[in-house]
């Protein structure tokens, strides 16, 4: 039997109270894929002012363009001037704004964790419990990897830290709008109960 | 074809209709001076590159038409970054390309390389590093689209030497492929329906007419709107012009040291129609006091500008010209509606009643007495045919020149209003009169601004480039002493210059343009005249002014625009 961890399940009320929805705006930005560009987007946010709260960068299929989802912190200036600016940057193609609740979002953890022979045991358990994997073994310390939603990564790095977390390295998320869907629809008719 | 990479660089901008270029040589460039000797372009050497920047401003702001400066690598690179920062600031259409170091050696601190695409990225609309000589039509068409379309503004080239001698199959592109750039020029048609009936609705209504109507050549239209509307128009620093200031609607210039009526009939409208202006600090005062009862109306072509400062209740994304035909064409579409708009005979009134009250004023004393500034450009502008093309500097005398002056025609004003660049004048005259060889160009410089860019004078001497220069000499850095003496309590820090070192007539002379001194109201008249004779030379008239006068109304910065101080009687015995 495997039980999977289902974030912010049951201790929070409403998901909008969730860490991270209130002040960050996940923005999804297609841009060619050109000598500079990740320099114009970096230089227009401290230029003007705006927080870059994560940043990832990669290729899509079409090899003229690159996708960067950039989580900004929406308290540090409007959201809607953040895109009317960056919209200006000739080689930004085209800017999605991706509501948290209307999209769904990954992000990869790696964390380097003290596991001796006393504590291994647990470690290895938590490990499955949030579906990761071991990534390297080393006489005392584990290795792992955690993929999932932002909160569900902040979950595990805090239960993780009480073995003693010696390095922890994490992506920045990557996100896409959510597929239309019938039970969408329902769920705006009814009101989100949470 | 096989051509060098240089030869293709001049061959493209031969084929973007480039008739001039400013510009010095150097290192890395080398490579593309070579084919300018045998080009239809005329290139105009200057004696420092920051010139060559303000010079290909000026010639964009008279023309309309982009300017072009080349300059090498590093230093020279360097060197023009101050005009590309104006340029963005005021949106002027110009084209700069730079040398750089040869692309093998790029990122090695090779001599005089410099990162000036990276140095440039936030003051330019964007910039290119070529680094294949095939690339190098396409770079060049789509430089010239990106400065000149939707928003204008300077963009950069940076040309690595090794691309310039490298060889191309010569080619020239039909159209220009930038999928992520697609400036939108019509608004709305909806919003142009909202802004007519929100237009019918005002009782207290004010065009609040900015740069971007002159960018968009929309003179001639607003001029029509203003006509079928009534409504009445302030031009900001950088408009002034774009309405007749002869015109009984027009109310001058608003914001910081705007007169009592274009600021203050901003503040008790029930609406402004902003018209590609930016609600720039200048203008609004401390923001959250600005035109407190008003809606807005907002048209620009950046939609970023759109609610960046304040919140429209129309935004119409588009350029000005063809915003205001569709305006007028929608009044004209439902003449029942046009009858039936608002009367606003009351606001007109109140409005001639402050004009009456609070006219722009200083005081001449007798003819022999001091010099005061106003009075020169007074006598300067009534003794020079309409359409003379006026460029300044930053400071008191920039701001005595935009109240004093009457502009009546569009492009007949050129200053640096959004970055304030002193040493702006004299290059930008130069540009301006290269542009508009048969047009006085009358440069009003103060004396802080022209020592910083006088050289250029030689520049003109040299290449027969007549302007005139009228130099207010108050042997001051006279904006700062003015803000020292009215808020740092008289403590007057590092703002004196000296009436007479330099000697300006003797350094205009060396330069070799023709140089007078005036010293008292008498002369002026007739200095005027004789400098207005001489056209085979540039000429500079030194007025020695009052270092005292200060530039009235003001509302002091960060202050509400309600708070203006009309003049020297009103501030107190602080
Ligand atoms: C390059 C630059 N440096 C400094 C300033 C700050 N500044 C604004 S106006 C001014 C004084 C200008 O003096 P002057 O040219 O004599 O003009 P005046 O105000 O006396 O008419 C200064 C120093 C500026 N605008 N630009
Ligand atoms: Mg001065």
């Known amino acids: 039997m495997s039980i999977s961890y289902i974030p912010g399940n049951g201790s929070l009320a409403d998901p909008s109270d969730r860490v991270g929805v209130m002040h960050h705006h996940v923005l999804s930005v297609l841009v060619e894929n050109r000598a500079g560009v990740l320099a114009r987007i970096a230089q227009l946010f401290s230029r003007r002012g705006y927080n870059i709260f994560s940043l990832a960068v990669a290729p899509t299929d079409d090899s003229r363009f690159s996708r960067i989802t950039i989580v900004v912190d929406v308290a540090s200036a409007p959201l809607e001037q953040i895109t009317k600016q960056l919209h200006k940057l000739i080689n930004v193609i085209k800017i999605s704004e991706l509501d948290p609740l209307e999209s769904v979002e990954c992000e990869l953890l790696v964390a380097t964790v003290n596991a001796d022979i006393s504590s291994r045991g647990h470690v290895m358990e938590l490990v499955a419990l949030f579906d990761g994997k071991i990534i390297d073994v080393g006489s005392d310390k584990l290795t792992v990897l955690v993929t999932g939603e932002p909160d569900k990564l902040d979950d595990f790095s805090e239960l993780l830290s009480s073995f003693g977390i010696v390095e922890l390295q994490r992506t920045g998320r990557v996100a896409l709008a959510k597929l239309e869907r019938q039970s969408n629809k329902l769920k705006n008719t009814t009101g989100r109960a949470g | ?574």
Not at chain 2, 58 to 87: C, E
Not at chain 2, 309 to 336: Q, T, Y
Not at chain 2, 431 to 439: L, M, Y
């Open chain 2, 1 to 574: 074809m096989k051509l060098t990479g240089a030869q293709a660089l001049i061959k493209s901008l031969e084929m973007q209709g480039v008739d001039v270029m400013f510009g010095l040589p150097g290192g890395a460039i080398l490579p593309v001076y070579d084919p300018i000797i045998d080009s239809p372009i005329r290139h105009i050497l200057v004696r420092h590159e920051q010139g060559a920047g303000h010079m290909a401003e000026g010639y964009a702001h008279a023309t309309g038409r982009p300017g072009v400066a080349m300059v090498t690598s590093g230093p020279a690179a360097t060197n023009i970054v101050t005009p590309l920062a104006d340029a963005y600031m005021d949106s002027v259409p110009i084209v700069v390309i730079t040398g750089q170091v040869a692309t093998g050696s790029i990122g090695t601190d090779a001599f005089q390389e410099a990162d000036i695409t990276g140095i440039t990225m936030s003051v330019t609309k964007h910039n290119w590093l070529v680094t294949d000589a095939n690339d190098i039509p396409n770079v060049v068409s789509e430089a010239f689209h990106v400065a000149t379309t939707g928003r204008p503004g300077p963009v950069l080239i940076d040309f690595p030497k090794d691309v310039a001698n490298a060889e191309m199959d010569w080619y020239w592109p039909t159209s220009v492929d930038m999928p992520g750039y697609k400036p939108n020029s019509r608004g709305h048609s909806k919003m142009i329906a909202a802004a007519v009936k929100m237009m019918y609705e005002a009782t207290r209504p004010i065009f609040y007419v900015g740069g971007g109507v002159l960018k968009a050549r929309g003179s001639e239209a607003l001029a029509e709107l203003v006509e079928l509307t009534g409504i009445p128009v302030v031009t900001t620093l950088m408009a002034r012009g774009a309405f007749p200031d002869e015109h009984p609607l027009c109310l001058g210039m608003p914001g910081m040291h705007g007169n009592y009526t274009a600021v203050t009939s901003m503040q008790q409208a029930d609406l402004l129609i902003a018209l590609g202006s930016r609600f720039d600090d200048r203008v609004t005062g401390k923001l959250d006091g600005f035109a407190p009862h008003a809606k807005v109306i907002h048209v620009d072509i950046d939609p970023a500008e759109l609610g960046k400062l304040r919140r429209p209740d129309v935004p119409i994304v588009g350029d000005c010209r063809s915003v205001i035909e569709d305006i007028i064409r929608a009044i004209k579409a439902d003449p029942d509606a046009y009858q039936q708009r608002a009367d606003i005979s009351d606001w007109i009134k109140t409005i001639k009643e402050w004009q009456a009250k609070h006219p722009l004023k200083y005081d001449q004393p007798a003819l022999s007495g001091v010099l005061k500034p106003q009075f020169v450009i007074e006598k300067l502008r009534d003794a020079n045919p309409s359409d003379t093309i006026v460029v300044s500097g930053v400071g008191q005398h920039q701001m005595w020149a935009s109240q004093y002056w009457k502009f009546n025609h569009p492009y007949t004003w050129i200053n640096s209003g959004g970055l304030g660049t002193m040493g702006f004048a004299v290059p930008a005259a130069i540009g301006a009169k290269v542009g508009k060889p048969d047009r006085v160009v009358w440069a009003i410089d103060g004396d802080g601004c022209f020592q910083m860019t006088a050289q250029e004078l030689v520049t003109a001497s040299m290449e027969r480039i007549p302007i005139k220069v009228a130099l207010l000499n108050n042997s001051y850095l006279g904006m700062v002493r003015q803000w020292q003496e009215m808020f740092y309590g008289e403590r007057y820090s590092e703002v004196y210059l000296s009436p007479d070192l330099p000697d300006y007539v003797k350094w205009a002379e060396a330069m070799g343009c023709a140089s007078f001194r005036v010293e008292n109201a008498e002369e002026v008249g007739p200095a005027i005249e004789k400098a207005n004779e001489i056209n085979d030379r540039p000429v500079v008239v030194e007025f020695r002014t009052d270092s005292s006068e200060k530039v009235f109304p003001m509302v002091p910065a960060g202050v509400s625009n309600d708070n203006i101080i009309l003049g020297p009687e009103s501030l107190g015995g602080k």
